[in-house]
């Protein structure tokens, strides 16, 4: 069964810098896809950005050129580096990963990828 630990969460001044990773166990997570999703309070969860077996990623409009999603395979992680953080961001970040296969997604087809697995989330506050 595939565990993620989410971590790097924590309190930022808007427009700083925050990494958040995620640990993966239970599997292999060459063989997955692996995402990361925001959940602002009182709204729906969002996707943020994805990252798939062989490297390729795609982000949501709102953090393009600002995030970076990476992965490391030989340590099991997946990274989200965030930069200028804006204060309408703060929420519980979530990882994630797809059911494995190495399916390769193209473009916002990551979005809508089968996400079945969930870290417990980080909190990410900003303050203006």
């Known amino acids: 069964q595939v565990q993620l630990v989410e971590s790097g969460g924590g309190l930022v001044q808007g427009g700083c810098s925050l990494r958040l990773s995620c640990a993966f166990s239970g599997r292999t997570i060459n063989d997955h896809a692996m995402g990361w999703f925001l959940q602002a309070p009182g709204k729906d969860r969002d996707f943020v950005a994805g990252?798939?077996?062989?490297?390729?990623?795609y982000y949501e409009y709102f953090v393009k050129g600002r995030f970076t999603i990476s992965r490391d395979n030989a340590k099991n992680t997946a990274d989200l580096q965030m930069n200028s953080l804006q204060a309408d961001e703060t929420a519980v970040y979530y990882c994630a990963a797809d059911g494995g296969g190495r399916v390769n997604y193209y473009a916002d087809s990551l979005r809508g990828a089968n996400w079945g697995f969930w870290g417990q989330g980080t909190q990410v506050t900003v303050s203006s």
């Open positions: 990252i798939i077996w062989s490297g390729g990623t």
